[in-house]
């Protein structure tokens, strides 16, 4: 079948491999593509690879989750952004926007999935291991992840574990993806793990479009003998689209992937997307739009911006219950090693590069472990200027009722608060209030979301997870300068993302649940006069003492004004240092 | 036109790497020709386990360490156009040396990255007489040394079973100890065709590695190591 949407046409195939069909095993692949109508049309394509080990008894079923739902949430990404031609921006949105609600909603497939359908005996046996499959049921559905969402002018590309991404454009072809490392030795990321949010690689493509994309698992690489197979199949697959256009690859994909199935044994999957339009001149916004991202992934400051756009590949610390990475050998290697086989000029991508770092972000320590080896403890790197608390000074979180997180643009203040009425011992509903700016009568919006704490990273089912020493929360508007915001829930800095430079800071005091008086919200943090900065100017008011207990108990936090809402309060230090 | 875009497809590369002890200890009581007659009669086993697993192209390669390690077959052959050449004994046990010249191999250049994860089959009948456990844990680094289908087999009963535990993949069932010529045999057939099996199967190893047969154990032989 052939899909079409916009500028892009695609058709897809998935075969199960000889050494499956030998073992008695199913085709653990899923590949699927959908059109997206609208007034921004294209398409979505995505590729997930059930991992083969016998811990992974239901990853078939798990793969084809993963395609749903990530067509589902490219679908609305698309339908919601596609109008956008701000690469930059799309792309500071993409892990917020897609990779997260992917993992979300997939974690909610799984766990449906498992109510309707626990784990039969056979099930259990066959896994072979000493665990109780209900105790961590995701794992046995995890799979790996490919997804394209091609819109008018842009492509977002992401991945979650092994399997290739390759770009054509005449006879050239690429891999326009960051090479994630890791992925060696038959080890794979997942989307079973709790790490998959941050995981994720990202990668922006703006134009001009490559002419053809493909998507596969990682059984199509392994079954060619000639690490250089992206440049043949550039060079064949080019000219018979050319020739015979995609009706003709329609019907002869499933027998080429055959091929591949039968040599390599793994299965084998491809969404084939082509430019329709492939003749046309393209816009010149590359130049411009490189230069952005790389002011915006290294900044003076390190991780307080870039930590955004990277997979979090240093929170692994609160994992010691459960593996980094799991082998997923239903695909085995990927090409961490070939990295690209034939170097293209560069095209206009905004590079979200997890293994580039800037000069003063530490290095995260890589974690590659087989299943049921608990990973090593890896520093979080999150602390954005070097005079700014450590995680070791970060004061205890209760989370029971206690303001976590600052934010905002300017202007634009966010307070994000557990709501007490629902106390659980480790998750519970986290309230968000957004502040509107002050120009406009104070809008309260409160939004839920399941969260908990593991170690040093407080985690949401729907967001990214954020280290609890510091929040990071860049506004929303593109048409004004955002800021960078972060806090440990004693000091609050903004940060102007382009230079990193540290803009302003203010002590935050705040209280405990315990209300401190009927018409104040006890659960809301104040924010005072400004805190100097060792080697700061002194400011004019001396600074409040902070509150927090010198047993490093939680902090407390007194009722805030309701002129919260005017960014006199926070932006006033900003403007003595502006 | 029909013709499959991109280049030739092939099995994958399952390298099979023998690390054998050739120290002096090896040439009492004929260990070292039960040795060599184990692998010859192992290569026809490794040859009908390539052929029912078409997608696997096991390619042998082997290491002799006694005072230092060096290749015994350092150039990776076909199992089928494998013909075994007799080690022969002397020396110390320098596992370490072993480990350390078979690490590098476990990565690019010498390893394809479309390789499977190799099997390793370690046999000795003696402790280690250098420091081997660095050089353990660099081979542990090695993702494909983690990946890998590692077995032992124990030689007699001066065998150090607990560093032969620390090399496989599984070592509540990995390591096996063969006091006599025909048990030897056995087990080296049994730990090189299940090793081969097991990497070729696009799994991880499996925890639970299927046990002996009884029969395999209990070999009646008049020689007791």
């Known amino acids: ?33 959908v059109d997206v109508g609208g007034s921004a049309p ?32 490219g679908r609305r990404f698309l339908a919601a952004f596609g109008d956008s031609s701000d690469l930059l921006e799309l792309g500071s949105r993409i892990r917020e926007r897609v990779v997260a609600p992917i993992v979300a909603r997939w974690g909610e497939r799984v766990m449906d999935d498992v109510m309707a359908r626990p784990f039969a005996d056979d099930e259990r046996t066959r896994a072979r291991t000493r665990a109780n499959l209900d105790d961590e049921p995701k794992i046995s559905y995890g799979c790996t992840l490919v997804l394209a969402i091609a819109g008018p002018n842009w492509v977002a590309l992401v991945q979650i574990g092994d399997g290739d991404i390759t770009a054509v454009d005449g006879s050239q072809a690429r891999a326009p993806m960051p090479v994630d490392d890791r992925l060696v030795g038959g080890e794979t990321t997942s989307l079973c793990l709790p790490t998959a949010v941050g995981d994720a690689r990202i990668e922006m493509l703006g134009e001009p479009l490559p002419e053809i994309l493909l998507l596969t698992s990682d059984g199509y690489a392994n079954s060619f003998a000639s690490p250089t197979w992206r440049s043949d199949i550039a060079t064949d697959l080019g000219r018979q689209l050319d020739d015979f256009g995609l009706e003709h690859a329609e019907t002869h994909l499933p027998a080429w992937l055959s091929e591949s199935a039968r040599a390599g044994g793994d299965d084998v999957s491809m969404a084939l997307i082509r430019r329709r339009d492939a003749d046309a001149a393209p816009a010149a916004v590359g130049a411009a739009m490189r230069s952005q991202s790389e002011l915006l992934v290294h900044p003076r400051s390190g991780a307080s911006i870039s930590g955004l756009q990277r997979p979090h590949r240093s929170r692994t610390a609160w994992l010691a219950a459960l593996p980094a990475l799991i082998i997923g050998l239903g695909g085995g290697w990927v090409l961490g090693h070939s990295g690209r086989d034939v170097t293209d000029p560069p095209s206009a991508s905004t590079a979200l590069d997890p293994t580039s770092a800037p000069e003063t972000e530490p290095t995260p320590t890589t974690v590659a472990s087989p299943p049921a080896t608990a990973p090593s403890a890896t520093p979080a790197s999150t602390v954005p200027v070097s005079s700014a608390p450590t995680a070791t000074d970060a004061p205890a979180l209760d989370p029971s009722g206690q303001p976590v997180a600052l934010g905002g643009t300017a202007g634009v203040a966010w307070v994000l608060w557990f709501d007490p009425s629902v106390p659980q011992p480790s998750s519970g509903e986290v309230t968000f209030v957004q502040e509107v700016r002050s120009s406009q009568p104070a809008l309260p919006l409160r939004l839920t979301a399941l969260w908990r704490f593991d170690g040093a990273q407080l985690c949401f089912a729907s967001l990214p997870c954020f280290p609890a020493i510091g929040v990071l929360w860049p506004g929303e508007s593109p ?16 940060f102007d993302p382009a230079s990193g430079d540290l803009l302003g800071c203010a002590v935050v005091i705040g209280s405990t649940n315990e209300s401190g008086g009927a018409e104040s919200d006890p659960l809301v943090p104040q924010v005072t006069t400004p805190a100097t900065e060792p080697g700061g100017d002194q400011p004019e008011a001396s600074a409040p003492e902070n509150t927090t207990p010198a047993d490093g108990g939680p902090v407390t936090c007194e009722p805030v004004p309701t002129d919260i809402t005017t960014p006199a309060l926070i932006t006033a230090p900003l403007e003595e240092n502006g | 036109m029909t013709e499959r875009p991109g280049s030739t497809v092939a099995a994958r590369p399952l390298h099979f790497f023998i690390v054998a002890d050739c120290s002096g200890s090896m040439a009492s009581d004929g260990k070292m020709q039960a040795l060599n007659n184990a692998m010859r009669e192992t290569i026809p086993h490794l040859v009908e386990i390539a052929s029912l697993n078409p997608h696997a192209a096991v390619m042998v390669r082997a290491i002799a360490f006694s005072t230092g390690a060096r290749w015994h077959i350092e150039q990776a052959t076909p199992v089928e156009r494998l013909v075994w050449r007799d080690l022969a004994p002397e020396g110390y046990t320098d596992l370490g040396a072993a480990l350390d010249l078979l690490a590098p191999q476990l990565g690019p250049p010498h390893m394809e990255a479309r390789a499977l994860p ?36 124990g030689i007699g009963r001066d065998a150090d079973l607990e560093v032969l535990e620390r090399f496989v993949s599984s070592p509540d069932q990995g390591v096996f100890n063969a006091n006599n010529p025909e048990q030897l045999v056995r087990m080296i057939r049994w730990a090189s065709s299940h090793a081969s099996r097991v990497a070729s199967t696009l799994a991880p190893p499996s925890r639970a590695v299927a046990a002996l047969s009884a029969d395999d154990v209990s070999s009646p032989s008049e020689l007791i190591w």
């Open chain 1, 1 to 33: 079948m052939i899909v079409s949407g916009g500028r892009w046409e695609a058709t897809s195939s998935s075969v199960r491999g000889s050494a499956h069909e030998r073992d008695g095993r199913p085709n653990q692949d899923s590949v699927r593509v």
């Open chain 1, 42 to 73: 294209g398409l979505v394509a995505a590729v997930c690879d059930g991992h083969g080990g016998d811990r992974y008894v239901r990853s078939d079923v798990g793969s084809r989750f993963g395609t749903e739902v990530a067509c589902e949430v």
């Open chain 2, 118 to 153: 190799p099997a390793i089959l370690l046999v000795s009948d003696g402790m280690p007489t250098d420091d081997y456990r660095p050089a353990l844990a660099r081979f542990l680094d090695e993702p494909m040394g983690r990946a890998a289908a590692r077995m032992a087999v």
């Open chain 1, 479 to 494: 048409s004004e300068p955002d800021l960078v915001w972060a806090t440990d829930l004693r000091v609050l800095r903004s």
